[in-house]
């Protein structure tokens, strides 16, 4: 059974930090992508950070320089480290994982609150 769990969220004030977790199994395959989306109710999901196998990684605009994706030396977790937070990162953060024969699965999610 696929799991993927996401943990870290919570209620932080605009200028702080916050580190998200997410920790898959399960999938029976070699993992090889693991990334960060957000989504606001009513708007579509979009990326925040992803990061392939070979380590390369790819941000979203609004969040490079202050947001760090990486993978540590667990297997199959990944992190997302959220620096200069600002009250339109509030989102609930989505963790995905793709296994390399290219099936994708999502946590539930993690919410995130910046706000004073």
């Known amino acids: 059974q696929v799991q993927v769990v996401e943990s870290g969220g919570g209620l932080v004030q605009p200028g702080g930090s916050l580190r998200l977790s997410c920790a898959a199994s399960?999938?029976?395959?070699?993992?090889?992508?693991m990334g960060w989306y957000r989504q606001v109710s009513g708007s579509e999901r979009e990326l925040v950070a992803t990061?392939?196998?070979?380590?390369?990684?790819n941000y979203a605009d609004s969040v490079k320089g202050r947001f760090i994706i990486s993978s540590g030396n667990a297997k199959n977790m990944v992190y997302l480290e959220m620096n200069s937070l600002k009250p339109e990162d509030t989102a609930v953060y989505y963790c995905?994982?793709?296994?390399?024969?290219?099936?994708?699965?999502w946590g539930q999610g993690t919410q995130v609150t910046v706000s004073s």
């Open positions: 990061m392939s196998s070979g380590r390369s990684t």
């Open positions: 995905i994982v793709r296994s390399v024969i290219g099936r994708a699965y």
């Open positions: 399960g999938t029976g395959y070699s993992i090889d992508f």
